[in-house]
């Protein structure tokens, strides 16, 4: 009875809940990264640009003071799912942009990232100019 009463203010009401589903929603893409990167069973290197790339976009897309939405595109999907997200949520967002350029900026200290990426079948230096990437940047990987 009472103790029932006791925990009621403890109760998260359906604010939090919604920004704590929004905050799950974005982690998800760091969640699947780590786990990813975490697997011995493939070779990864190669992987790292296009991984930092993808949390990259949403990082931008989704922290913008002007942006209403967050899209996130599933692996092996071409449509991203879309969510507006809480206005504390894209605050922390914007703060991990501000570490994500720290750490991406540190790839550029060791030239195995994109050597790997060039000698990569897949990936080569299409991947660099489908970003986008200045042609002398594209040149120098």
């Not at 599933?74 to 967002?93: F, G, Q, Y």
Request: net charge positive; glycine share 2%.
């Amino acid at each position: 009875g009472n103790k029932d009463l006791e925990y009621r203010k403890y109760e998260l009401t359906t604010r939090e809940w919604n920004v704590l589903d929004d905050l799950a929603y974005v982690l998800k893409i760091f969640k699947d990264a780590t786990l990813y990167f975490s697997n011995d069973q493939t070779s990864t290197i190669s992987k790292v640009i296009p991984a930092m790339d993808t949390i990259d976009d949403l990082l931008t897309t989704s922290s913008l003071p002007n942006a209403s939405h967050a899209a996130v595109t599933p692996p092996n999907s071409r449509r991203p799912n879309i969510r507006i997200l809480n206005p504390s949520v894209k605050a922390a967002l914007r703060l991990a942009k501000n570490v994500m350029n720290r750490y991406y900026s540190l790839t550029d200290t060791s030239s195995v990232y994109c050597i790997s990426m060039v000698l990569h079948p897949g990936l080569k230096l299409e991947y660099f100019r489908r970003r986008d990437w200045p042609a002398e940047w594209v040149h120098a990987a």
